[in-house]
T-cell receptor
């Protein structure tokens, strides 16, 4: 069974710092990987989706990378802002396209 | 497009009561999912559907039932609520390969 791990569980950084969130998965037979943001008491908002054939995907200050062979993805956030404070989850999609496996998330706090 | 909507947003039940949570999507997606989210446990899949009229068990199906009579709706039922079912419930839909989430339902069972 696919297992997805996100370390660290919590991260606190001062405003303006660049930071990296990590996601690892045990089975490299994935179709894609999706990064989500979750604000307290809210649902999940998709940030980036990176296909298994891609190495990187960028949106504004966010950059996601994927190394399928090693079972790792990173989410890079440049010039962090207090508004980036949230929980970030990664999810891998299995090759059938209808099975998704989630990590438990990294809770990010950006201190003004 | 409303996307994925969930009804109700909040609910308090007493042990033994029953209720139904409604998930609706207007994106014509084939796949729909119900998850529960608990502190430190992440998202756990309860049931899912791969099309109208189909349902399947996920990781934690006990105590829940589901129905998908219409493609756009996916209902989650609790027949006899227990305090262990206190959680935040999320519905998601998918056209395949990526998911879209609803805002969640916060359920408390006393």
């Amino acid at each position: 069974k696919q297992e997805v791990t996100q370390i660290p569980a919590a991260l606190s950084v001062p405003e303006g710092e660049n930071l990296v969130l990590n996601c690892s998965f045990t089975d490299s037979a994935i179709y894609n990987l999706q990064w989500f943001r979750q604000d307290p008491g809210k649902g999940l908002t998709s940030l980036l989706l990176i296909q298994s054939s891609q190495r990187e995907q960028t949106s504004g200050r966010l950059n996601a990378s994927l190394d399928k062979s090693s079972g790792r993805s990173t989410l890079y956030i440049a010039a962090s802002q207090p508004g980036d404070s949230a929980t970030y989850l990664c999810a891998v999609c299995g090759s059938t396209g209808n099975q998704f496996y989630f990590g438990t998330g990294t809770s990010l706090t950006v201190i003004p | 497009n409303a996307g994925v909507t969930q009804t109700p947003k909040f609910r308090v039940l007493k042990t033994g009561q029953s209720m139904t949570l409604l998930c609706a999507q207007d994106m014509n997606h084939e796949y729909m999912y119900w998850y529960r989210q608990d502190p430190g446990m992440g998202l756990r899949l309860i049931h899912y559907s791969v099309g109208e009229g189909t349902t399947a068990k996920g990781e934690v199906p006990d105590g829940y039932n589901v129905s998908r009579l219409k493609k756009q709706n996916f209902l989650l039922g609790l027949e006899s609520a227990a305090p262990s079912q206190t959680s935040v419930y999320f519905c998601a839909s998918s056209p395949g390969f990526e998911q879209y989430f609803g805002p969640g339902t916060r359920l408390t069972v006393t």
